[in-house]
Nanobody, 120 residues
Framework: QVQLVESGGGLVQAGGSLRLSCAAS????????MGWYRQTPGKQRELVAI???????NYVDSVKGRFTISRDNAKNTVYLQMNSLKPEDTAVYYC??????????????WGQGTQVTVSS
Protein backbone atom coordinates (compact mmCIF):
# COMPACT_ATOMS: atom_id res chain seq x y z
CA GLN A 1 0.00 0.00 0.00
CA VAL A 2 1.10 3.51 -0.78
CA GLN A 3 1.81 5.58 2.31
CA LEU A 4 1.35 9.33 2.65
CA VAL A 5 3.54 11.49 4.84
CA GLU A 6 2.36 14.94 5.84
CA SER A 7 4.39 17.87 7.07
CA GLY A 8 4.04 21.57 7.69
CA GLY A 9 1.53 21.97 10.48
CA GLY A 10 2.13 24.08 13.56
CA LEU A 11 1.11 27.07 15.62
CA VAL A 12 0.59 30.43 13.96
CA GLN A 13 -1.04 33.72 14.86
CA ALA A 14 -4.20 34.86 13.14
CA GLY A 15 -3.38 36.40 9.79
CA GLY A 16 -0.33 34.23 9.36
CA SER A 17 0.46 31.54 6.82
CA LEU A 18 1.36 27.87 6.75
CA ARG A 19 2.12 25.44 3.95
CA LEU A 20 1.19 21.79 4.27
CA SER A 21 2.80 19.06 2.18
CA CYS A 22 1.81 15.45 1.62
CA ALA A 23 4.05 13.04 -0.27
CA ALA A 24 3.21 9.55 -1.46
CA SER A 25 5.88 6.87 -1.33
CA UNK A 26 6.04 3.62 -3.21
CA UNK A 27 6.13 2.41 -6.77
CA UNK A 28 3.86 1.10 -9.48
CA UNK A 29 1.01 3.54 -9.15
CA UNK A 30 -0.37 6.79 -10.39
CA UNK A 31 -2.48 9.29 -8.53
CA UNK A 32 -5.91 10.63 -9.36
CA UNK A 33 -7.50 13.35 -7.32
CA MET A 34 -5.73 14.74 -4.27
CA GLY A 35 -7.39 16.53 -1.41
CA TRP A 36 -7.09 18.08 2.00
CA TYR A 37 -9.59 17.51 4.79
CA ARG A 38 -9.79 18.82 8.33
CA GLN A 39 -11.38 17.68 11.54
CA THR A 40 -12.03 19.21 14.94
CA PRO A 41 -13.10 17.30 18.06
CA GLY A 42 -16.70 16.19 17.93
CA LYS A 43 -17.17 17.13 14.30
CA GLN A 44 -17.10 15.20 11.06
CA ARG A 45 -14.11 15.43 8.80
CA GLU A 46 -14.76 18.05 6.12
CA LEU A 47 -13.29 18.48 2.68
CA VAL A 48 -11.25 21.68 2.49
CA ALA A 49 -9.83 21.55 -1.03
CA ILE A 50 -9.45 19.12 -3.88
CA UNK A 51 -7.41 19.03 -7.07
CA UNK A 52 -8.04 16.63 -9.92
CA UNK A 53 -5.40 14.91 -12.00
CA UNK A 54 -6.07 17.54 -14.64
CA UNK A 55 -5.44 20.38 -12.23
CA UNK A 56 -9.01 21.52 -11.62
CA UNK A 57 -9.54 22.74 -8.08
CA ASN A 58 -12.42 23.23 -5.71
CA TYR A 59 -12.62 24.69 -2.21
CA VAL A 60 -15.01 24.85 0.68
CA ASP A 61 -16.51 28.34 0.80
CA SER A 62 -14.86 29.23 4.11
CA VAL A 63 -11.34 29.04 2.65
CA LYS A 64 -11.88 30.44 -0.83
CA GLY A 65 -9.46 33.25 -1.57
CA ARG A 66 -7.21 32.26 1.36
CA PHE A 67 -6.09 28.68 0.65
CA THR A 68 -4.50 27.30 -2.49
CA ILE A 69 -4.12 23.62 -3.32
CA SER A 70 -1.49 22.50 -5.81
CA ARG A 71 0.25 19.32 -6.85
CA ASP A 72 3.61 18.18 -8.16
CA ASN A 73 3.00 14.98 -10.07
CA ALA A 74 6.71 14.26 -10.48
CA LYS A 75 7.04 14.19 -6.69
CA ASN A 76 3.64 12.60 -5.96
CA THR A 77 3.05 15.51 -3.62
CA VAL A 78 0.09 17.73 -2.86
CA TYR A 79 0.38 21.08 -1.12
CA LEU A 80 -1.96 23.38 0.73
CA GLN A 81 -0.90 26.99 1.03
CA MET A 82 -2.91 28.61 3.79
CA ASN A 83 -2.88 32.39 4.07
CA SER A 84 -4.80 34.82 6.26
CA LEU A 85 -5.38 32.07 8.77
CA LYS A 86 -8.20 32.43 11.25
CA PRO A 87 -8.74 30.76 14.64
CA GLU A 88 -11.60 28.78 13.11
CA ASP A 89 -9.10 27.12 10.78
CA THR A 90 -7.68 25.32 13.80
CA ALA A 91 -7.99 21.58 13.17
CA VAL A 92 -6.14 18.40 12.33
CA TYR A 93 -5.54 18.42 8.59
CA TYR A 94 -5.46 15.17 6.62
CA CYS A 95 -4.39 14.66 3.04
CA UNK A 96 -6.01 12.14 0.78
CA UNK A 97 -4.78 10.73 -2.51
CA UNK A 98 -6.62 8.46 -4.89
CA UNK A 99 -4.12 5.73 -5.68
CA UNK A 100 -4.56 3.93 -8.98
CA UNK A 101 -2.67 0.69 -9.56
CA UNK A 102 -2.44 -1.64 -12.52
CA UNK A 103 -3.31 -4.84 -10.66
CA UNK A 104 -4.89 -3.84 -7.36
CA UNK A 105 -7.45 -1.36 -8.57
CA UNK A 106 -7.92 2.04 -6.99
CA UNK A 107 -8.14 3.04 -3.35
CA UNK A 108 -7.91 6.08 -1.11
CA UNK A 109 -4.80 6.61 0.97
CA TRP A 110 -4.74 8.97 3.95
CA GLY A 111 -2.00 10.88 5.66
CA GLN A 112 -1.38 10.64 9.39
CA GLY A 113 -2.78 14.10 10.07
CA THR A 114 -1.04 17.30 11.07
CA GLN A 115 -2.22 19.78 13.68
CA VAL A 116 -2.80 23.38 12.65
CA THR A 117 -3.46 25.80 15.48
CA VAL A 118 -4.27 29.45 14.87
CA SER A 119 -4.15 31.73 17.88
CA SER A 120 -6.17 34.92 18.11
Amino acid sequence: QVQLVESGGGLVQAGGSLRLSCAASGAGFRIGAMGWYRQTPGKQRELVAIITSGGNTNYVDSVKGRFTISRDNAKNTVYLQMNSLKPEDTAVYYCNQRIITAFSGAYDSWGQGTQVTVSS
